[in-house]
């Protein structure tokens, strides 16, 4: 059987089966002395082993060879890494399409294709509008058309924000002084304020938090009141 699977082996024009040890044996293989004409060697596999091991061995290479998977381990590790390799960067490429797609509807299509916010109504309502992220939505709302009615508890504060719309966007304004931790009663003013406008949006953006630095609620000074002065401003002015 080994012999005819090196026989076999043998036709093939890319393997020469030799034993470097034993050049002798390698005429017993064939079991001829005459000289023959040598294929063209392409890989040579120098047997040390048993003759079984050596066709076995060989029986697989060429199986392999035959099959197109001819590699080693190095090359698999190599493969391997190339491929994830690979993966990475399609991730990463994929990651920065996104951020420009991102970037492009935000930065380009948003200034492109604008919604008519007059259309809702011509005045926009801002709650704590003095400072912070109140002031930019009520700077916004005006440069994109709208009038703005803004409230707060400074009457100084709530000048200067309007003033400035008014000097840089031409949009009329309108001041609301009141203060939301003062509970139920502040709403009879802000209705009896807006009553002849024509509101399209409120933008609800007042807020309180207990202490300027991380603590403890317990362990603010009078938190009893606090709590109060938080709900009333945070929570009852949403569905009022
Ligand atoms: N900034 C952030 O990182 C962040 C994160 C999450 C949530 N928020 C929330 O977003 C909102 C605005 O945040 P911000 O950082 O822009 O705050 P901010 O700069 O402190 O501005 C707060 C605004 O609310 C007004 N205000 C505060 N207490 C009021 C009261 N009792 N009655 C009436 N007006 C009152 C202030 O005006 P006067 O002082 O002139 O009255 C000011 O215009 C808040 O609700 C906040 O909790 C902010």
Redesign the pocket.
Known sequence: MSSFFVRWLRKSPKIEVCRKEAPQERESLTGKKKKKKQPKITTVILLHVTQEKAVSKLFHIQLKMLLGLEFSRKTLLTDVLAVFGLLILALCLLKLTWKCCRGFRQYVLSSLCQVNLRAYGQWAVV?????????AYATELARRGLDIVL????DE??QKVAKQIENKYGRKTHTIK????EGASIYSTIAKELHDLEIGILVN?????CNDHFAYFLETSNHGEKITEIIN??ILSVPQ
């Open positions: 709650t704590g509008a003095t400072s912070g992220i109140g002031k409230i707060g508890r400074s504060r709530l009141v203060d939301f931790t953006n007042v807020g309180m938090i401003c945070n």
